[in-house]
């Protein structure tokens, strides 16, 4: 069984770029989570989905960062534009029962703004 | 507000030594989860931890759940080196019952095993 797809595994933007971030979570898994990894910490949530509803996003800063998830599988997160301080790993998990559960990471998408 | 720390941060150990890391949490849970990270990798679930008391073993680790304490700890027996990782606990915050559905992090501990 394929694990979990995140797409691009690195990105190298210039400040005031946009970037974004796709995500294929296991095969019926309906909650599916963005986390963010600062070098050196522990992954904070950004948002989490529900289906194709966003439950939880009440740590995503809305005014440059948003999130989708179509049809209740795939999911893509932008930022725009990007700012020196994003750059981090956008790990994507999914689990399979609905609140958590055992989280099944991606290898995650490393960003580096220049 | 659900706080997650772990303690040592850092640990160099020699091989065939012993060590515990511990995972102290703020708020009353009894679902907790260790996850390890090779470096550029991503997280690797290790143990899900579901009630006080809770024990699991996989080869030379061992976690434990007191939940009445709110402390979880990792023990290393007999380390080698292919256990050189970061070493996250999470936990699953709960108010009245009912799940946030989100997991906490600590911050890590790096674990280097020495020959």
Redesign the interface.
Same mark, same amino acid.
Do not use: C
């Given at each position: 069984e394929a694990g979990v797809v995140q797409s691009p595994r690195y990105k190298i933007i210039e400040k005031k770029q946009p970037v974004a971030f796709w995500c294929n979570p296991i095969s019926g898994h309906n909650?599916l989570?963005w986390y963010l990894q600062n070098l050196?910490?522990?992954? +904070? !949530?950004l948002i989490?989905y529900?289906n194709e509803e966003a439950?939880?996003d009440s740590q995503l800063p809305k005014d440059r960062f948003s999130a989708e998830r179509l049809k209740g599988v795939d999911s893509t997160l932008k930022i725009q534009p990007a700012e020196l301080g994003d750059s981090a790993v956008y !790990?994507c998990?999914s689990s399979a029962r609905?609140?958590?559960g +055992? !989280? #099944? #990471?991606?290898?995650?998408s490393r960003l580096t703004v220049l | 507000e659900l706080k997650?720390e772990q303690n040592p941060l850092f640990l160099s150990m020699q091989e065939g030594k012993n060590y515990t890391i511990y995972c102290n949490y703020s708020t009353t849970s009894d679902?907790l989860?260790w996850?390890r990270q090779d470096p550029g990798?991503?997280?690797?679930?290790l143990f899900?931890l579901l009630s006080n008391g809770a024990v699991k073993q996989e080869g030379r680790l061992m976690a434990s759940l007191d939940t009445k304490a709110r402390l979880s700890t990792l023990h290393i027996t007999a380390a080698v080196h292919d256990l050189s990782a970061t070493y996250?606990c999470?936990v699953?915050g709960y108010a009245g019952g009912t799940?946030?559905?989100?997991?906490?992090?600590?911050?890590?501990t790096i674990l280097t095993v020495h020959p």
């Open positions: 909650t989570y050196g910490q522990g992954p +904070e !949530l989490r529900e439950v939880d !790990l998990a609905q609140g958590v +055992e !989280l #099944f #990471f991606g290898e995650g | 997650v679902r989860y996850y990798k991503s997280l690797e679930s899900v996250f999470a699953e799940s946030y559905g989100k997991l906490t992090f600590g911050q890590g």
